[in-house]
């Protein structure tokens, strides 16, 4: 299996695990405040990590230090987003809205960088496209505006992470950079934001039943601390930008999760969206090039 095969998996497996955490936040935030429990689920992941990895911690230098701080910082932004998305709209709705990243990250790749998309991210970014709108919109293609509020700062945190995807990609390619403790220190970094955050803004208070204990403990340890390593050390061997495309199938599982958990049942036009966003993962691993050498070959 190749690297970046194997980096897409690792990937898959993140995806997966925010799924399953939008449902997880919309059951924590019946008890928690949204900083309260992001800075719960942070600093948690990040105080796990550190006491189980100290010694692949301790000889962190500036640049990751310096790195994860800018990560960390964006990530506040993300989460902001996210959390209040998910407090005032839909399950679907804001799993399938943070999906819009896929198109932020090749727009400000272009705008910051000149970075030209290879044509296949293109056709994937425009299928992942068709199928947010198919997900999202209602069944005459409008905006549904009970949603609206939490449907802006779902949109607002993807705009975020694709920053925070783009700051990741250029961190990781540095030699000096190591990978797994960028992961680990960024969790600090927006954990320590969280709280100051929940502190100036909430009342902070401790998970008040042992369901919603079980809820903040999965999505700190899977949804945060393993995800946030995991993407950190899989972005060396992939692009910002196909990360992206990946990260589609967020809204998708996250809809499987509302659907069987949360009783929110999805229309036909929905369900296609999920397939063509699902057939867009699949064309960022065709290798076209490989394919067009070989047909010139077979023509001579």
Same mark, same amino acid.
């Given at each position: 299996?190749?690297?970046?095969?194997?980096?897409?998996?690792?990937?898959?497996? !993140?995806?997966?695990?925010?799924?399953?955490?939008?449902?997880?936040?919309? !059951?924590?935030?019946?008890?928690?405040?949204?900083?309260?429990?992001?800075?719960?689920?942070?600093?948690?992941?990040?105080?796990?990590?550190? !006491?189980?990895?100290?010694?692949?911690?301790?000889?962190?230098?500036?640049?990751?230090?310096?790195?994860? $701080?800018?990560?960390?910082?964006?990530?506040?932004?993300?989460?902001?987003?996210?959390?209040?998305?998910?407090?005032?709209?839909?399950?679907?709705?804001?799993?399938?809205?943070?999906?819009?990243?896929?198109?932020? !990250?090749?727009?400000?790749?272009?705008?910051?960088?000149?970075?030209?998309?290879?044509?296949?991210?293109?056709?994937?970014?425009?299928?992942?496209?068709?199928?947010?709108? &198919?997900?999202?919109?209602?069944?005459?293609?409008?905006?549904?505006?009970?949603?609206?509020?939490?449907?802006? &700062? +779902?949109?607002?945190?993807?705009?975020?992470?694709?920053?925070?995807?783009?700051?990741?990609?250029?961190?990781?390619?540095?030699?000096?950079?190591?990978?797994?403790?960028?992961?680990?220190?960024?969790?600090?970094?927006?954990?320590?934001?969280?709280?100051?955050?929940?502190?100036?803004?909430?009342?902070?208070?401790?998970?008040?039943?042992?369901?919603?204990?079980?809820?903040?403990?999965? $999505? *700190?340890?899977? +949804?945060?601390?393993?995800?946030?390593?995991?993407?950190?050390?899989?972005?060396?061997?992939? *692009?910002?930008?196909?990360?992206?495309?990946?990260?589609?199938?967020?809204?998708?599982?996250?809809?499987?999760?509302?659907?069987?958990?949360?009783?929110?049942?999805?229309?036909?036009?929905?369900?296609?969206?999920?397939?063509?966003?699902?057939?867009?993962?699949?064309?960022?691993?065709?290798?076209?090039?490989?394919?067009?050498?070989?047909? *010139?070959?077979?023509?001579?």
């Amino acid at each position: 299996m190749k690297t970046q095969l194997k980096a897409d998996m690792m990937l898959i497996l !993140v995806t997966l695990c925010w799924g399953v955490s939008y449902y997880l936040m919309d !059951v924590s935030l019946s008890d928690m405040e949204p900083f309260t429990l992001n800075a719960f689920r942070f600093l948690g992941a990040f105080i796990v990590a550190f !006491v189980f990895m100290f010694k692949k911690l301790k000889t962190v230098n500036k640049t990751t230090l310096k790195y994860s $701080l800018l990560i960390g910082f964006t990530l506040v932004f993300v989460y902001m987003g996210a959390t209040f998305g998910v407090k005032y709209t839909a399950l679907s709705n804001s799993g399938f809205l943070c999906a819009l990243t896929v198109i932020f !990250v090749p727009i400000l790749e272009m705008i910051l960088f000149r970075k030209m998309p290879q044509k296949k991210i293109v056709l994937a970014v425009t299928m992942s496209l068709i199928g947010i709108m &198919l997900l999202t919109l209602k069944d005459d293609f409008s905006v549904n505006m009970s949603n609206l509020k939490g449907d802006i &700062l +779902c949109i607002i945190g993807a705009v975020a992470y694709a920053v925070d995807l783009i700051f990741t990609e250029k961190a990781v390619s540095h030699e000096e950079v190591d990978a797994f403790q960028l992961g680990v220190f960024q969790l600090g970094v927006t954990g320590a934001f969280m709280l100051a955050l929940s502190l100036i803004f909430e009342t902070p208070h401790l998970p008040s039943t042992p369901g919603i204990w079980g809820s903040v403990i999965f $999505l *700190s340890l899977f +949804c945060t601390g393993l995800a946030f390593i995991v993407q950190a050390i899989a972005q060396q061997y992939t *692009s910002a930008a196909h990360v992206g495309v990946i990260f589609t199938l967020e809204p998708v599982f996250a809809a499987i999760v509302a659907f069987f958990f949360a009783g929110e049942v999805l229309t036909a036009k929905s369900y296609l969206g999920a397939v063509i966003m699902t057939a867009a993962l699949f064309v960022t691993e065709i290798d076209f090039g490989k394919k067009e050498e070989g047909d *010139s070959e077979s023509e001579e």
